[in-house]
């Protein structure tokens, strides 16, 4: 399975400016088949690898040896993941799971906007020329702007009705919360 390719990538960045529009229209930017559901996971996971190097900049109780670096690595993938599989049961429970392959491309394409909206940010803290304060604050704008990005995933991707969508857009942080906690109690 081979990375995708720019035109699609530039493709995908219109498609999630559709989805954040709420055009019903948004998944046909995107590329609908299995092999474009494997490639959706590239651009993010490619991009987690930065953002991991990044994150001692902006959060200062992340420790910048090996394994620290490559456990806060495995608990990005791993709140990405569980987040898709819990989805895959909200979707179950609500009767959407016939799109739920689309949801998932949106969803993936939308991580790496989202990385690529703090990776500059991080960069710039980890440089030394924004205090680490500026992360912390561009972060909470990106957690605010991703609860509307994922819950117009979810009305597009999904065709869920409107409380459905604000429930599966609160879902991402609260799998992100627990599971930190999760860690956190464990080590």
């Not at 990375?3 to 960045?13: K, M, S, T, V």
């Not at 394409?109 to 909206?117: D, H, I, N, T």
């Not at 803290?125 to 819950?151: D, E, K, N, R």
């Amino acid at each position: 399975m081979a990375l995708p390719g720019r035109d699609e990538c530039l493709a995908a960045l219109r498609g999630f400016v559709a989805v954040l529009r709420g055009d019903p229209q948004a998944p046909r930017y995107y590329d609908l088949s299995v092999d474009g559901v494997w490639r959706s996971f590239w651009p993010g996971l490619l991009l987690t690898i930065p953002y991991t190097l990044l994150l001692p900049a902006a959060d200062p109780t992340v420790t910048t040896d090996v394994g620290a670096l490559l456990g806060q690595f495995v608990l990005q993938l791993a709140v990405w993941f569980v987040y898709l599989a819990v989805m895959m049961v909200f979707c179950r429970a609500f009767g959407l799971t016939a799109r739920y392959a689309v949801f998932v491309i949106l969803y993936n394409w939308g991580q790496a906007v989202l990385l690529l909206s703090i990776l500059p940010v991080l960069a710039l803290a980890a440089a030394g020329l924004l205090p680490a304060a500026v992360p912390q604050g561009w972060s909470l704008l990106l957690l605010l702007f991703w609860l509307f990005a994922v819950t117009r995933m979810a009305r597009v991707g999904l065709g869920a009705a409107l409380g459905a969508a604000v429930l599966a857009g609160l879902l991402d942080p609260a799998v992100t919360e627990l599971l930190h906690r999760l860690v956190d109690l464990i080590l």
